[in-house]
């Protein structure tokens, strides 16, 4: 660690590291092949949980959304879970039903954006454009159920603070319609085009005693064989209703590998799933309440005589998110705040990932866990010899491009 | 895989911890229309059967999963709950363990669980950066979510003189 030089201090300690920040690998190279690596994740701590425990949750619920800026629901939704498991306090189901309509669309909008960014990292750019393009029409919808493409703030402690009237529902209908039409194409388009099989099969492999042991979550476990899901696992809000069932890569290949193909074929059948999970909330979703406390004061008051602790978790499109709270007696504030995102969990199982693989193939590696931070803005190579050099991100990509040209060719 | 009901597992680690169990109780919630129930159970060990009880994990399922340590500042003492689950892969199957370890500031040594589960590795490391217990047998010792440069004697976490308090620039003063 002490020789690589960073160029700058971060300013500013105590936070949570796993969200929007850049992260640095360094990779022990011998020829093309990546023999070791190490990971360094704190570059921008921005102290969020510090923040956080200084704050009351109302406060917190627009904070936590800015945790990320992709997973705009998750941290909200995982720490209103939190809370309200601390506080016991109980969220009407209409309530629940529309936070499942809000997450999986947010899982589509995701995922859509996942497999644009992996065409872009093989030098795919026409599937990422033409993937891209259709992730606007959820993006539009979510602006119409929320107000805003991101940061919907649509979680409330003990409920949402949006109804969805008639008028939208019929706007979700389309929607689903719209995905229903374009999920095969989409599959097509990626898995069965040779050049990008080419690029993703055996590639990054996770196996499932790997994946097990090094604590994997989300669609990255799951592509290792490993039917972990917490709306499986666990069920909260509708999911208990309507029940869900892990999806792993053998119900469309009929094996699996654990390598970058197997968590596009994960996501991309993960599509299909919230397109159904949607449907049947919508169909099955009763009236009622939106809301446990509609008067933030009394909510306010409520939380401070309130006390107790909670674990949240919520299947994020990543992965599980898990959010931990504490209340003391007498104060709204929370005394202690954890939030552990989906690429926390996610760190160790890069470095068998890496094992063996080539210079090429890192940016696709790094782009399969869909790590929620501004990644790879840099790779150290460290030679036998001792020799470092420093690829940026632009070199690296090109490196990928180039071997994806040179398998298309053949 | 050897499934065990709640109660059941409650009894198996009072009967295998004995006087190191210090509490252990039985939460659940409801989701959904359904009312469909979901238990955690929420205990306290001494710090010194911490591996024992990973270990006693083990035997009910091959590989438990770690969700995440979270660590709290209680003035003389540090608390760490280790959140851990077995079972998983069916509907609502799923076992939610959160083990509750208290050390004192003076002595803040916990005995390492990541050679039991390797996942654990990374939110014990942070354990150390952030609030400053110490775990002597990690096999690699570094910052991982804050810089390198950051002072190894400051604990993000701690509410004491060992608090960040010194770093933050009064934007508002």
Redesign the interface.
């Known amino acids: 660690?002490?020789e690589i030089s960073?160029g700058y201090?971060?300013?500013?300690?105590?936070?949570?590291?796993a969200l929007k920040e850049p992260i640095e690998f360094v990779f022990d190279i011998e020829g093309e092949k990546v023999k070791g690596v190490k990971?360094?994740?704190?570059?921008a701590?921005r102290?969020i949980?510090?923040m956080g425990m200084r704050r009351n949750p109302i406060q917190n619920l627009y904070l936590a959304e800015r945790i990320c800026g992709i997973c705009s629901v998750t941290h909200a939704l995982a720490l209103a879970l939190a809370v309200e498991?601390a506080l016991n306090i109980e969220v009407p189901?209409r309530a629940?039903y529309i936070r499942l309509i809000v997450a999986e669309l947010e899982r589509i909008h995701s995922h859509l954006l996942w497999a644009g960014v992996a065409a872009h990292e093989v030098g795919f750019d026409s599937a990422f454009m033409l993937l891209w393009k259709v992730r606007e029409n959820v993006m539009d919808l979510l602006e119409k159920l929320t107000g805003n493409r991101v940061n919907y703030a649509i979680i409330q402690i003990g409920g949402v603070r949006r109804d969805i009237t008639e008028e939208l529902r019929h706007e979700i209908w389309k929607s689903l319609d719209y995905y229903r039409t374009l999920s095969e194409r989409i599959k097509v388009l990626l898995l069965e085009d040779p050049t990008f099989t080419l690029r993703t099969r055996d590639v990054g492999v996770l196996t499932k005693e790997d994946a097990?042991?090094?604590?994997?979550v989300g669609p990255t476990a799951r592509a290792s064989g490993?039917?972990?899901d917490v709306r499986?696992?666990?069920?909260?809000?509708?999911?208990?209703?309507?029940?869900?069932?892990?999806i792993t890569p053998d119900l469309y290949t009929g094996e699996v590998k654990g390598d970058v193909y197997d968590r596009t074929v994960v996501r991309l059948l993960e599509i299909d799933q919230s397109i159904d999970l949607i449907d049947k909330a919508l169909t099955n979703m009763?009236d009622g309440e939106i809301v446990y406390e509609k008067n933030l004061v009394k909510l306010l008051a409520l939380i401070k005589k309130g006390e107790g602790e909670g674990?949240g978790?919520h299947e994020a499109p990543r992965g599980?998110d898990?959010h931990?709270v504490?209340f003391v007696p007498g104060s709204e504030n929370l005394?202690?705040w954890?939030v552990?995102a989906p690429t926390?969990?996610n760190?160790?199982p890069w470095v068998p990932m890496f094992k063996d693989a080539e210079v090429a193939d890192i940016p696709i590696i790094v782009a399969s866990t869909d790590p929620c931070m501004s990644c790879l803005n840099r790779a150290t190579l460290v030679y036998p010899s001792g020799r470092k050099e420093v690829l940026t991100h632009e070199e690296l990509h090109k490196l990928s491009v180039e071997k994806t040209r040179r398998l298309s060719r053949r | 895989m050897r499934i065990l009901d709640v109660q059941e597992m409650m009894s198996f680690f009072k009967e295998k911890l004995g006087e190191n169990l210090i509490s252990c109780e039985l939460r659940s919630w409801t989701a959904g229309l359904k009312k469909v129930e979901c238990k955690e159970i929420w205990l306290e060990i001494k710090p010194n059967v911490l591996p024992d009880f990973v270990k006693l994990l083990k035997e009910l399922d091959e590989a438990p999963h770690s969700l995440v340590a979270s660590a709290e500042d209680l003035g003389d003492d540090i608390a760490v709950i280790y959140h851990l689950s077995v079972y998983s892969g069916e509907f609502n199957r799923e076992i939610q363990i959160n083990v509750r370890v208290k050390v004192p500031k003076s002595d803040p040594r916990l005995p390492s669980i990541s050679h039991l589960i390797p996942g654990a590795l990374i939110t014990e490391q942070e354990k150390e950066e952030m609030i400053g217990v110490i775990y002597e047998d990690l096999p690699e010792r570094r910052h991982v979510f804050i810089a390198d440069d950051f002072p190894r004697d400051i604990y993000p976490w701690r509410k004491d003189e060992k608090g960040p308090q010194s770093l933050i620039r009064k934007v508002n003063e």
């Open positions: 660690m002490a960073y201090s971060v300013p500013i300690g105590p936070i949570h590291p990971i360094y994740a704190g570059h701590h102290g949980e510090w498991r189901p629940q097990l042991s090094l604590c994997a490993v039917p972990k499986q696992d666990q069920p909260y809000i509708a999911y208990a209703d309507i029940g869900v069932k892990a009763p674990v978790r599980e898990v931990y504490k005394a202690v954890k552990r926390y969990s760190l160790l």
